[in-house]
């Protein structure tokens, strides 16, 4: 699975938007960019996964740029609630993918009131 | 409904002992794995079952730890002759077939071990 590349730590403005950025370069053809979150003293959350589409859900927005190197996590509305270290996770499927998470070491994002 | 629980929340045991963590996956969730959090650490992925076999166990750090997985639900990672440096949060998600789609992961609480 593809490496990927997050700065360590952000801060963002209660009620602004976060924009998480995320690097994977050596992205293949087959794999998918994934972004799970980590609250503090809980497990990982799935938030959003997207192949070369930009992709949108209840919690936030996948934007991946055109050549797919790199993509941004959007939370649009920031809440303190969503304070966490954020992962992106690049993953190939199929039958011979385990399906297994390679985590790095994520951004902390910190909203401040 | 009910999510992955993992039983105990907290362990603590001293060095030498062996240590035995649960995990109750989703019900209908055929994949299921563990990962362990060490203090300053990452996420690392320990195992993967699926169904009742774990075709990558490529994770677990030695031979002292094991785990496995009955009637395609419950797991248990044990933990033989636990050193210091077993201390973390074990963590164990589970998920629809991972090899027939784009599965999420759902996570349980963890279980954190400490090792005296």
């Known amino acids: 699975d593809a490496k990927t590349t997050q700065p360590p730590s952000m801060d963002c403005a209660e009620g602004r938007a976060a924009n998480l950025p995320c690097n994977h370069s050596t992205i293949s053809g087959n794999e998918y960019v994934y972004w799970y979150r980590q609250i503090h003293s809980q497990g990982p959350q799935y938030i959003i996964h997207?192949?070369?589409n930009n992709e949108t859900n209840e919690m936030a927005s996948l934007i991946i740029t055109e050549d797919r190197k790199s993509s941004t996590l959007i939370l649009p509305h920031a809440t303190l609630r969503d304070t966490a270290v954020y992962y992106c996770?690049?993953?190939?499927?199929?039958?011979?993918?385990?399906?297994?998470?390679?985590f790095g070491q994520g951004t902390t994002l910190q909203v401040k009131p | 409904g009910a999510g992955v629980s993992q039983s105990p929340s907290n362990k603590v045991t001293e060095k030498g002992k062996d240590v035995e963590l649960r995990c109750d996956p989703i019900s209908g969730h055929t994949a299921l794995y563990w990962y362990r959090q060490s203090l300053g650490q990452g996420l690392e992925f320990l195992i993967y079952?699926?169904?009742?076999?774990?075709?990558?166990k490529s994770g677990l750090p030695s031979d002292r730890f094991s785990a496995e997985r009955t009637g395609g639900s419950v797991s248990t990672l044990t933990i033989q002759r636990t050193q210091q440096e077993d201390s973390a949060v074990y963590l164990c998600?589970?998920?629809?077939?991972?090899?027939?789609?784009?599965?999420?992961?759902?996570f349980g609480p963890g279980t954190r071990l400490t090792v005296l």
């Open positions: 996770i690049v993953r190939a499927f199929g039958s011979s993918n385990t399906g297994k998470l390679i």
């Open positions: 997207g192949l070369k």
């Open positions: 998600a589970s998920s629809l077939d991972s090899r027939t789609g784009i599965n999420e992961q759902f």
């Open positions: 079952f699926q169904g009742n076999s774990a075709p990558d």
